[in-house]
């Protein structure tokens, strides 16, 4: 990777900061509507305690309903895609689970298991669970016919087939999935904090809207963004260091 290719990323989002701090001033925006950049992030300074204990709780309720969803996503991506019968018949359930909208589902979760960190774990697992099973079983599923014929003529059994050839063929698509699936769980538990939670990021932004604090509401934005980002970035060397085969040229940057 070149350094402009290193530094673009940073180029950009200090541009988009400039941006929107400059339209602010200049369009003379009211704070209430969109503050600009330096009031969210006077915001931050000024309500870090507050804002550092939230984020932890978010932060470690995402990781809880994160590695559920990797565990039982793995089975069953591995489960699903090893059979073409069962593909067929669990693929429509998990689409249509996943069209659910969880902002819905989190009213059912808290008449089961109350307000706190049960929904907006379980929350976390349910919005980030599916593009692990897709990815997995997709992985599984386009495996080769004909790859798969010769290894059994050469005497493999099934079950060899899927664990020496179907499953490091899946762990691209695994690995990828992962970048996708951390990100979304942060949204489901912020999700499940606004609607009802007591605690962490979602209800400290939803407390903060209800004052009219909107440069809070943005520097809780801003803190989410950057622990999805951060989790990205480090399941992005995660997947360089396992699955580093599986790219190739400028696709390894």
């Known amino acids: 990777m070149?350094?402009?290719?290193?530094?673009?990323?940073?180029?950009a989002t200090i541009g988009l900061f400039v941006v929107w701090e400059l339209a602010c001033r200049l369009f003379d925006?009211?704070?209430?509507?969109?503050?600009?950049?330096s009031k969210a992030i006077a915001a931050l300074i000024e309500y870090w305690h507050a804002i550092w204990q939230n984020a932890f709780y978010t932060f470690w309720v995402t990781l809880v309903g994160f590695g559920l969803a990797v565990v039982f996503g793995l089975a069953l991506g591995l489960v699903t895609g090893a059979s073409a019968l069962v593909y067929f018949a669990i693929?429509?359930?998990l689409v249509g689970f996943n069209s659910l909208p969880k902002v819905a589902i989190v009213p059912v979760l808290v008449v089961w298991f109350g307000i706190g960190t049960i929904p907006a774990v379980l929350t976390a697992f349910t919005i980030s669970f599916f593009p692990i099973v897709v990815n997995v079983a997709t992985g599984l599923a386009t495996l080769e016919p004909e790859l798969r014929d010769v290894l059994r003529s050469l005497g493999a059994r099934r079950i060899d087939v899927l664990l020496k050839v179907g499953v490091p063929r899946s762990m691209p698509y695994f690995f990828a999935s992962l970048k996708v699936a951390v990100t979304l769980a942060f949204v489901g538990t912020v999700i499940s904090e606004t609607?009802?939670?007591?605690?962490?990021?979602?209800?400290?932004?939803?407390?903060?809207s209800s004052s009219f604090r909107v440069p809070l509401?943005?520097?809780?934005?801003?803190?989410?963004?950057?622990?999805?980002?951060?989790?990205?970035?480090?399941?992005?060397?995660?997947?360089?260091?396992f699955v580093g085969w599986a790219f190739r040229g400028a696709a390894t940057a």
């Open 217 to 241: 509401v943005f520097a809780g934005l801003l803190v989410v963004a950057v622990m999805g980002v951060g989790m990205y970035a480090i399941f992005a060397l995660i997947e360089r260091r």
């Open 2 to 11: 070149t350094a402009r290719m290193k530094l673009a990323p940073w180029i």
């Open 29 to 37: 925006v009211p704070e209430f509507v969109l503050p600009a950049p």
């Open 195 to 208: 609607v009802a939670g007591n605690a962490g990021m979602g209800h400290l932004m939803l407390t903060a």
């Open 91 to 93: 693929y429509p359930m």
